[in-house]
C-alpha cells in the first residue's frame, strides 16, 4: 500500500509536561494536531498529561532541549524550561543553558525543517521595570548578575537568538513576552505566589507575603493565554512580536492572599517573610500591540479563574 501522508499539522510542544505546555497540547490534539511533547520532567508531571497518552496523535519524548533533537515538524511552541523563580534558582547553570543551548537547538530545527517557531519569553525581560506598564519597546531594568539572572537574561540571550535566526536566516518566528499566568496543572510545590497561597489557604496554614506584600503582579488565566500562543503562532509571516501577553487587572500580593483567603473559606492568617533580592516591584503589561495584532485580549477575571485553580488544587489534596 503506498505511503499517505497525514494532513494534520504536526506541531512540537518543548515543555510540553508542565503547566502551560500541556494546556497547549490539550488545545493542541483538540485543534487536530499532531502533537509530540517533548520534556526531561524537571518541573514537568506525568499526571499532566496522562489523559492523552492513549491518543494516536499524542506522542511523548524524554529529551533535554540542551541536546539537538531531530524531528519532521510544522510548527515548535519551544517552552522548556523552569518558570518558577526557586525552581529556576535551584540549578541556574543548567536554566541558562536550557534557554539558551535550547533557542539554538530549537532555532536550528525551524530553520532545517521551515517550522513557525514560537517562543515562551517572559515579562522577566523588564526586571525590575523603570516604565509601568510595560511596553514591548522598553529595554528593562535587569540585574545580569544576581539571582534572577539566570533566568532573565536566559530569556533575553534566546529573544536575541530568534531575532538574529529571524534576520540572518528567515526563520519564521514568533516571540511572545508572557505575564504572569496561573490555572490547573500548576505544580502544588511549584513555589510561585498563587500555587503557594491556594495550598496553603486550603490547608489553613499561614499565607507567606514576602516583603510588604505592597508589590503588584498581573494575573492572566491560562486558557486565555492558549488563545494567545495559536493566535500568534498562526498570525501573518511579517509578524515576529515581541508581544506582551498577560492580563492587564493589576493587583498587591496582599490583594491577592485576601482574594484567595476568601474564596477559600480558609482560616488561614498572614505572616510576611523577606522579600526575595531583586524581586520586581511592580508588573503590568500594556497589551495594546495584542489587541491591534492578534485581536486578543484576556477574558477571564481574577476571581473566576482562581475558583477554577482552588478547585482543580482541592482534587489534587484529594488523590
Ligand atoms: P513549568 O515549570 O510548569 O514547565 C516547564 C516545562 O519545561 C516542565 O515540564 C519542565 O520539565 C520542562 N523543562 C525544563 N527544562 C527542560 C529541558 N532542559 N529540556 C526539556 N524540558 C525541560 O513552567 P510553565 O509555567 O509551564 O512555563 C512554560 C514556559 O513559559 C517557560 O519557558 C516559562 O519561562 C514561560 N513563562 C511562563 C510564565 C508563567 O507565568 N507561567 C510566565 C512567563 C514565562
Ligand atoms: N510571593 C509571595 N509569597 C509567596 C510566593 C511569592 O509574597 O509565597 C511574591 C513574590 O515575592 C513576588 C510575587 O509574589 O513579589 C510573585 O512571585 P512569583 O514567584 O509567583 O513570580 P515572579 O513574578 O516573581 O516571577
Known amino acids: 500500500m503506498p505511503y499517505k501522508k497525514i494532513n494534520q499539522p504536526r506541531s512540537l510542544v518543548t515543555g510540553g509536561a508542565g503547566f502551560l505546555g500541556s494546556h497547549l497540547c490539550a488545545r493542541l490534539l483538540k485543534e487536530k494536531n499532531d502533537v509530540i511533547c ?46 518558577s523563580p526557586p525552581h529556576y534558582q535551584s540549578d541556574p547553570v543548567q536554566t541558562t543553558k536550557t534557554s539558551v543551548h535550547g533557542a539554538i537547538n530549537m532555532l536550528g530545527l525551524a530553520k532545517r525543517t521551515g ?142 492572599a485576601e482574594k484567595i483567603i476568601s474564596l477559600t473559606g480558609s482560616s488561614s492568617k498572614i505572616i510576611y517573610m523577606p522579600l526575595p533580592l531583586d524581586d520586581p516591584k511592580q508588573r503590568k503589561p500594556d497589551i495594546t500591540i495584542a489587541k491591534e495584532k492578534l485581536k486578543w485580549e484576556p477574558k477571564t477575571a481574577l476571581e473566576d479563574g482562581l475558583k477554577e485553580t482552588i478547585a482543580y488544587f482541592r482534587k489534587f489534596m484529594e488523590a
Open 115 to 256: 517550522s513557525v517557531i514560537l517562543q515562551a519569553s517572559t515579562s522577566e525581560v523588564y526586571g525590575d521595570p523603570a516604565v509601568h506598564p510595560q511596553v514591548e519597546s522598553y529595554w528593562g531594568n535587569v540585574n545580569p548578575i544576581g539571582p534572577r539572572s539566570c533566568y532573565d537574561e536566559g530569556k533575553r540571550c534566546a529573544e536575541t537568538l530568534f531575532f538574529d535566526y529571524y534576520r540572518q536566516h528567515n526563520v519564521k518566528i514568533k516571540v511572545v513576552r508572557i505575564f504572569n499566568t496561573y490555572g490547573p496543572n500548576m505544580h502544588p510545590n511549584d513555589g510561585r505566589v498563587v500555587s503557594n497561597f491556594i495550598m496553603q489557604a486550603l490547608q489553613n496554614k499561614d499565607i507567606t507575603v514576602y516583603g510588604s506584600g505592597l508589590q503588584t503582579r498581573s494575573f492572566c488565566y491560562v486558557d486565555d493565554l492558549i488563545d494567545a500562543f495559536l493566535l500568534a503562532s498562526e498570525s501573518p509571516p511579517d509578524f515576529t512580536g515581541p508581544v506582551n501577553i498577560g492580563n492587564p487587572s493589576e493587583f498587591t500580593m496582599l490583594e491577592l
Open 38 to 83: 517533548l520534556d526531561n520532567f524537571y518541573t514537568g508531571q506525568k499526571r499532566n498529561i496522562s489523559d492523552f497518552i492513549t491518543n494516536p496523535y499524542f506522542e511523548l519524548v524524554r529529551h533535554d532541549v540542551t541536546f539537538p533533537y531531530y524531528v519532521e515538524v510544522d510548527r515548535i511552541f519551544n517552552l522548556a524550561c523552569p518558570a
